[in-house]
């Protein structure tokens, strides 16, 4: 006697066994959205270091280089401006992982509203944005980007003479 599996049943069962694998990948791209965040956060780091550095390092040494004033001061300009673009790229970054993170944990909330129950998991509010590490990430970047112009602006430029 042949055995006949219920189709309904086995239709049941692959499709829970896909939420399933959808959801540990969903798991897996919130965590590397989380990952991203501190890596940006660090490049911006490396980065502005290394740019502030050669701005300092041209202004201290625009003299003994021979290098003309006006010409110095265009240097800091334009390593402030990259310090500018890098901070503008870093915050586009984390805004977007974000974004995504937010999507993937609704996608969470979906999967596990349909398999676990409704409310088994609660959707992220945007009104938690305080609580959110890459709020107070990007008011860094933010801060920082405005600290460095001002510092650059009121007194590394008129001292370049």
């Given at each position: 006697?042949?055995?006949?599996?219920?189709?309904?049943?086995?239709?049941?069962?692959?499709?829970?066994?896909?939420?399933?694998?959808?959801?540990?990948?969903?798991?897996?791209?919130?965590?590397?959205?989380?990952?991203?965040?501190?890596?940006?956060?660090?490049?911006?780091?490396?980065?502005?270091?290394?740019?502030?550095?050669?701005?300092?390092?041209?202004?201290?040494?625009?003299?003994?280089?021979?290098?003309?004033?006006?010409?110095?001061?265009?240097?800091?300009?334009?390593?402030?401006?990259?310090?500018?673009?890098?901070?503008?790229?870093?915050?586009?970054?984390?805004v977007v992982g974000a974004l995504a993170w937010l999507d993937y944990r609704n996608e969470e909330c979906d999967i596990t509203d349909e398999l676990v129950g409704t409310g088994f998991r609660e959707r992220p509010r945007p009104s938690n944005l305080f609580r959110w590490y890459e709020t107070y990430v990007l008011l860094f970047i933010l801060v920082s980007v405005v600290t460095m112009w001002c510092l650059a602006g009121f007194f590394l430029l008129p001292a370049m003479r």
């Open positions: 006697m042949a055995t006949s599996e219920d189709p309904a049943a086995s239709a049941s069962e692959a499709k829970k066994d896909f939420a399933l694998e959808r959801y540990r990948y969903i798991l897996q791209q919130i965590n590397a959205v989380n990952e991203n965040a501190h890596r940006f956060l660090a490049i911006y780091q490396t980065l502005v270091t290394t740019l502030m550095g050669a701005a300092l390092a041209l202004f201290v040494g625009y003299h003994k280089w021979q290098i003309q004033p006006a010409t110095a001061r265009g240097g800091v300009i334009g390593l402030m401006a990259l310090v500018t673009v890098v901070a503008a790229f870093t915050a586009t970054l984390i």
